[in-house]
């Protein structure tokens, strides 16, 4: 294995040693928040693998929808210094795992409709300057035919 391919693999790989390090402090200073954060985020996890080819914009577009319904769970865990017994409440509430599960489903939908849209925007478009150059090759060809004419007698 050459030196580029060994850079190129180091670099290519998502998991960083430093987001170990944070981990590793959320987990020994706030266990309980990493619990309820960790269990909000399993949607995306198993969205990640259901759609392995997700691009970076939907990824966001989800991240967005969770990080909507984590705000009250993180907060209530927050303001309960990270309590172990506040924290596995928190995410024992049916209702929270519902929200969580159908933000992510919305999200997704949310993606899917805009990518959808936005080929059909970007289609009318092109066909709509693709009837624009027709008219002008036609009124071009309607010229050169005239001026021909008006040439040879």
């Known amino acids: 294995m050459t030196r580029q391919s060994v850079r190129l693999r180091v670099t290519e790989a998502s998991f960083k040693w430093w987001h170990g390090l944070i981990l590793g402090l959320l987990l020994a200073y706030v266990p309980g928040s990493l619990l309820v954060g960790g269990v909000l985020l399993l949607p ?5 693998f259901i ?3 997700a691009d970076r914009q939907r990824i966001m577009i989800v991240l967005f929808y969770l990080g909507a319904v984590m705000v009250h769970p993180l ?3 927050w303001l309960s210094h990270g309590d172990w017994e ?8 049916p209702m929270l795992l519902v929200m969580d599960w159908m933000a992510v489903g919305v999200a997704w939908l949310v993606a899917e409709a805009s990518a959808i849209g936005a080929r059909l ?15 002008k090759i036609d009124a071009l060809r309607e010229e050169w035919l005239t001026s021909d004419g008006e040439r040879q007698p």
Do not use: F, G, N
């Not at 995306?44 to 990640?48: C, D, F, H, Q, Y």
């Not at 925007?121 to 008219?135: F, G, L, P």
């Open 121 to 135: 925007w970007y289609a009318d478009y092109v066909r709509r300057e693709r009837r624009a150059i027709e008219k």
């Open 44 to 48: 995306l996890i198993v969205l990640r």
């Open 51 to 53: 759609d392995p080819d």
């Open 75 to 77: 907060r209530e865990a």
């Open 86 to 93: 506040a924290c596995t409440q928190q995410i024992m509430q």
